[in-house]
């Protein structure tokens, strides 16, 4: 069974940083694409971030610039980096397992719970 775990998650002022981390477990993590995305209050999940199994990564026009993703095949894990942060970056940021083998991204029904990340002005 496919089990994502989030954190790294926190409360921290405009222009700071925060490395949230994602570790997976129940399959051969490095077949696999993965994901960030997020959620803000009353807003719907939108895709910030992805990275393919070979390396290949792309962003939301929103972070570019700010955020970058990685991936650890030997722990396991998926981090996104995020330097200089805005309010707007508030939400809960989810990981995603993706679906192998598609050129695009196309999120399966793995789902960690979430790590919020809190952006004060």
């Known amino acids: 069974q496919v089990q994502l775990v989030e954190s790294g998650g926190g409360l921290v002022q405009a222009g700071g940083s925060l490395r949230l981390s994602c570790a997976a477990s129940?399959?051969?993590?490095?077949?696999?694409?993965m994901a960030w995305y997020r959620q803000a209050p009353g807003k719907q999940r939108e895709l910030v971030a992805h990275?393919?199994?070979?390396?290949?990564?792309n962003y939301a026009d929103s972070v570019k610039g700010r955020f970058t993703i990685s991936r650890d095949n030997a722990e396991n894990t998926v981090y996104l980096r995020m330097n200089s942060l805005k309010p707007e970056d508030t939400a809960v940021y989810y990981c995603?397992?993706?679906?192998?083998?598609?050129?695009?991204?196309?999120?399966?029904?793995?789902w960690g719970k979430g790590t919020l990340v809190t952006v004060s002005s």
């Open positions: 129940g399959s051969v993590f490095s077949l696999y694409p």
């Open positions: 990275i393919s199994s070979s390396g290949s990564t």
């Open positions: 995603n397992r993706g679906t192998y083998g598609r050129v695009t991204y196309v999120p399966t029904n793995y």
